[in-house]
């Protein structure tokens, strides 16, 4: 059995430096308010109803639940573009 000490070698410490700032944040919402319009657009035709109060909620509800994806490809995008920058970085200093 390993020691309590040992079991956390791998795990690396978190990064001192923040990569999310204002200019992140304003991109973040374009990108996002665009992709919902889209969205929006899109599924609202496809919502099997002629009533205008259920095509906004639930074309509303749906893209809005298709933007989350959205944010979170991106966010998980962000995430890979700094650890592979931060290993070729490190590489490069080697």
């Known amino acids: 059995m390993a020691s309590p000490s040992n079991s956390n ?3 690396h410490a978190p990064a001192a430096q923040t990569h999310v700032t204002p200019v992140t944040i304003a991109v973040d919402m374009v ?3 665009v992709f ?3 969205m929006f657009g899109w599924v609202k035709s496809h919502v099997p109803s002629n009533n205008p109060g259920f095509v ?3 074309g509303a509800s749906t893209a809005l639940c298709v933007t989350g994806v959205f944010w979170m490809a991106i ?3 962000r995430v ?3 650890g592979e920058k931060r290993l070729k ?3 490069a200093g080697r």
């Open 9 to 11: 070698d791998n795990v």
């Open 31 to 33: 990108l996002i308010g």
């Open 36 to 38: 919902f319009y889209f």
């Open 56 to 58: 906004l909620f639930f």
């Open 75 to 77: 966010q998980m995008f």
């Open 80 to 82: 890979v573009l700094a």
């Open 89 to 91: 970085a490190e590489r």
